[in-house]
């Protein structure tokens, strides 16, 4: 439910918009979805005669596993963090084995999985911004809709992860009430608002005041800096100290640019 201002309002009605680019013929490699989603899409690839892979039916993962036609590709030592990224990996594997042409070898998918880097996806910061505040483990996400923060939330407990402090700034477009209650139901530690950005955000006032409503502690904070030192400040005496940059694109890369700098 993202660019709602530009897809339409409801699951269908944007399925219906992403599933126009599908051509007559194509292949269509469709991860797990909605029913009442899958089966737009797949009314949509019958019709064009289409090459379909829908999750589970042409393919599914079990036991970190990706199995379709003959094919079962083990997922476990992919590098990148959260399990969604086991149904971003299989339907890149699955393209990768169905475009006539690619050959790709099983050895090399094994040795691409272990090496993949995607900066500001659930991607740890080891850069120069690590060396100010080396008791922090610092994590940088791109979730920006409450979907993405599923994803996140899921990842969180997984790795039972306490004593966690976010950094927060939301697009001025997002639907920031659901978001702040998915973020409760992880009971953080702080929440700090980044006041100053570069992008147009939800008023920090609002979001503290919704922060306040739902009895999660929160503090708004003028620029990240701030927000880590003040994070630092915090979590100084914890023994699992995470900190967790999220909720906006921009966000994180102005996060990237400070590991760097």
């Known amino acids: 439910m993202d660019h709602r201002e530009y897809l339409g309002n409801s699951l269908k009605k944007i399925a219906n918009e992403k599933s126009a680019i599908i051509g007559r013929k194509n292949l269509v490699i469709c991860s797990k979805q909605k029913k009442h ?15 379909g892979y829908f999750y589970n039916e042409n393919w599914s993962i079990k036991n970190e596993r990706l199995i379709f036609d003959d094919n079962e ?6 590098s990148l963090h959260g399990i969604h990224q086991y149904f971003n990996a299989a339907c890149a594997i699955i393209a990768s084995k169905k475009i006539s042409g690619l050959e790709v070898k099983d050895s090399n998918i094994y040795k691409t999985l272990s ?3 995607w900066k500001g996806r659930l991607h740890k910061l080891k850069g120069k911004i690590c060396l100010r505040y080396p008791s922090l483990d610092m994590w940088v996400d791109c979730a920006h809709n409450s ?3 599923d994803s996140l939330l899921m990842w969180i407990k997984k790795q039972k992860l306490n004593d966690i402090v976010i950094i927060l700034a939301l697009g001025i477009n997002k639907d920031y009430k659901r978001i702040l209650k998915k973020l409760k139901l992880i009971n953080p530690l702080m929440i700090f608002f980044v006041k100053e950005t570069k992008f147009n955000v939800q008023d920090p006032k609002l979001l503290k005041s919704t922060a306040d409503s739902l009895n999660i502690n929160s503090q708004i904070c ?3 800096f701030d927000c880590l030192k003040n994070s630092n400040n915090l979590l100084k005496r914890k023994s699992n100290s995470n900190v967790i940059i999220t909720g906006s694109i921009y966000l994180v890369a102005s996060a990237l640019l400070l590991e760097k700098k």
């Open 222 to 224: 003028s620029n990240m």
């Open 37 to 51: 989603v899958n089966d737009l899409i797949k009314k949509v690839s019958i019709k064009k005669e289409c090459n």
């Open 147 to 149: 979907l993405g923060f």
């Open 115 to 117: 090496n993949i880097q």
């Open 73 to 78: 590709i083990d997922l476990s030592k992919i």
